[in-house]
């Protein structure tokens, strides 16, 4: 069974930065596409940003676009959020998701097969 550990989660100030990185456990697993999705308290999960096995095509949601960035690493088998000028909306538990069959970048929770436990970010006001 796959693991995916994410990192990197805590409290930052609205404006500011945090990284998360997420990596999978199993070396011999190949991850095609990995993405981020978050869910705040009550309200449904939504997809925040995700990339392709290549790192060639990327997808944002609207609402972190030009504030977000995702890379990969395939050597390691981590993929990284970078969360830049940071809003209390952000504020939410964010999953790293990985597939095993899609290797496109896809903002769908479907094209995913294993997921993270999930680690909290704060952004305070």
């Known amino acids: 069974q796959v693991q995916l550990v994410e990192s990197g989660g805590g409290v930052v100030q609205a404006g500011g930065s945090l990284r998360l990185s997420c990596a999978a456990s199993e070396r011999s697993f190949t991850p095609l596409a990995m993405a981020w999705f978050r869910q705040a308290p009550g309200k449904e999960i939504e997809s925040v940003a995700a990339?392709?096995?290549?790192?060639?095509?990327?997808y944002f949601a609207d609402s972190v676009k030009g504030r977000f960035t995702i890379s990969r690493d395939n050597d390691k088998n981590m993929v990284v959020l970078q969360m830049n000028s940071a809003k209390p909306e952000d504020t939410s538990i964010y999953y790293c998701?990985?597939?095993?069959?899609?290797?496109?970048?896809?903002?769908?929770?479907?094209?995913?097969?294993?997921w993270g436990q999930g680690i909290q970010v704060t952004v305070s006001s």
């Open positions: 998701e990985t597939s095993q069959n899609y290797s496109n970048a896809s903002g769908s929770s479907r094209a995913y097969d294993y």
């Open positions: 990339i392709s096995w290549m790192g060639s095509n990327t």
